[in-house]
């Protein structure tokens, strides 16, 4: 009886998406995370683990049917979804660019559940449960390439480049590894070997060099105090 009435709960999912697309308001949007059980198990009231029966229907057809909203408004399947690492990233990367970057020609991919994306119980969820990519600032350092670069605009180059100095302010400063934060650590050297600096050749090279990347590879004009886009 309860397996049927988890059945008919899930199945109300799409049909609620339906009515809201015809409605004109998402009536499911990323309020599914308060309706979809984000753990398979629970403690009763006799302190007890117990088996949740809805867990199970919910995921199932959440894997067959575009439930997620994108952050364009669109519903995908889990196949063409995208975990946005942080919410920053989001507002630095558009669909293009990140289909571009994973090199998605076929099938077109966005991120979705932005709102819910600082929640790590649904992040947990999206990843384990659903089989969900992330993106973050570690995906777009190791992904990008001189001819991605050449491609962007210079507003969207500043953007980028408030966006990674903000988030990993030590990239063009001396700091020794212990003063760094496990984030800090992870991100810095990545961007370090990135090609997003244009050289006075045109040529859009890494700002450091070598094995241990500590060798400067390309400098400021002398007098230039902010970063610009020529």
């Known amino acids: 009886m309860v397996e049927k009435l988890a059945e008919l709960a899930a ?67 889990i196949s063409g979804s995208v975990i946005p690492a942080r919410r920053e990233i989001v507002d630095i990367v558009d669909q293009i660019q990140l289909n571009e970057l994973l090199k998605k020609r076929n099938q077109a991919k966005d991120f979705v559940c932005v709102d819910s994306c600082s929640d790590n119980n649904v992040k947990d969820y999206l990843s384990s449960e659903l ?38 302010k030590q990239l063009l400063k001396s700091k020794k590894q212990s003063e760094m934060s496990k984030w800090e650590q992870r991100i810095e050297p990545l961007f370090r070997k990135a090609p997003i600096f244009k050289n006075q050749n045109g040529e859009w090279i890494a700002p450091y060099k070598g094995e241990k990347l500590d060798t400067i590879n390309i400098y400021k004009p002398s007098g230039v105090i902010s970063a610009r886009v020529n």
């Not at 949007?29 to 979809?36: A, E, L, S, T």
């Not at 500043?158 to 990674?164: A, D, G, L, Q, V």
């Open 131 to 168: 089989d969900i990519d992330s993106f973050g600032y570690s995906d777009l350092a190791r992904l990008i390439t001189s001819e991605f670069m050449q491609h962007q605009s210079k507003d969207w180059i500043s953007k980028f480049y408030y966006s990674i100095f903000d988030n990993a």
């Open 11 to 77: 199945e109300a999912l799409p049909i609620l998406r339906d009515e809201g697309i015809s409605s004109g308001t998402n009536l499911i949007n990323d309020n599914i995370f308060d309706i979809v059980p984000l753990s398979e198990s629970y403690w009763d009231e006799s302190e007890a683990i117990t088996k949740n029966v809805f867990f199970e229907a919910y995921k199932e057809t959440i894997k067959k049917e575009a439930l997620l909203l994108s952050r364009n408004g669109q519903f995908l399947k």
